[in-house]
């Protein structure tokens, strides 16, 4: 299965900044996909990052708050804008794991904790 | 109502027990499912995918029913390593952009 490297594992942060988080790939892959993880709660889809177009933003995601790079084939990043303690939780990207059949499972990286102060 | 339902628990079980998840989902069209485990403060790992006719990896056992719109994890034997959350996935379509995710059962097993 296909290996990511995520970056930074955590940061504390400055209500009113950004931070952008980095997930590196060591495989070739279409679709890289950002989840958010609230305290206690299950994973939601931010984001899906295509490379060379835009990315789509699931319900309640705007570009704005969360904008999206997507240069190359192995690696995506992900900014968290203009940060309120609202934002406090857990980000991680994913990619789908090509296996020979359709039942094919999805890798994650190994998240970036963020708090808002 | 939830599009992907699951106890949350916990289950607390002596080592050695069976211990089952059930998990429903509201989309009939779904296509594929999986159980993902999540250990504390850890990224989600795939434990198995859910074929259609069942299947077995070792002491663990997935079911789907489709007419039900339910999935089931048996875990047989339990070790103290299976303590963790356990992640019930659901994908409506081929892309992952349709992954939806349950809240996930929390397990501890106890000596």
């Known amino acids: 299965s296909a290996v990511i490297s995520q970056k930074p594992s955590r940061d504390i942060c400055q209500r009113g900044t950004s931070l952008t988080i980095q997930c590196q790939v060591d495989s070739q892959v279409t679709m890289m996909f950002w989840y958010r993880q609230q305290p206690g709660q299950s994973l939601t889809l931010i984001a899906t990052?295509?490379?060379?177009?835009?990315?789509?933003?699931e319900s309640g995601f705007v570009i704005d708050k969360f904008p999206i790079s997507r240069p190359n084939l192995t690696f995506s990043t992900l900014t968290v804008s203009n940060m309120s303690p609202e934002d406090s939780s857990i980000y991680l990207c994913?990619?789908?794991?090509?296996?020979?059949?359709?039942?094919?499972?999805?890798?994650f990286g190994s998240g970036t904790r963020l708090t808002v102060v | 109502r939830k599009e992907v339902e699951q106890d949350p628990g916990p289950f607390n079980v002596p080592e050695g027990a069976t211990v089952a998840f059930n998990c429903t989902y509201s989309?009939?069209?779904?296509?594929?499912f999986f159980w993902y485990r999540q250990d504390c403060r850890k990224e989600p790992k795939l434990l198995m995918s859910?074929?259609?006719s069942g299947n077995e990896d070792g002491r663990f056992t997935a079911q789907l029913n489709r007419a039900s719109q339910y999935i089931s994890l048996l875990i047989r034997d339990s070790k103290l390593s299976d303590s963790a959350t356990y992640l019930c996935?659901?994908?409506?379509?081929?892309?992952?952009?349709?992954?939806?995710f349950g809240g996930g059962t929390r397990l501890m097993v106890k000596p």
């Open positions: 859910v074929y259609s």
């Open positions: 994913s990619v789908e794991d090509g296996a020979p059949s359709r039942y094919y499972g999805y890798t």
């Open positions: 990052a295509n490379q060379g177009s835009e990315a789509t933003y």
């Open positions: 989309n009939s069209a779904s296509q594929s």
């Open positions: 996935v659901v994908n409506v379509g081929r892309a992952g952009n349709m992954l939806t």
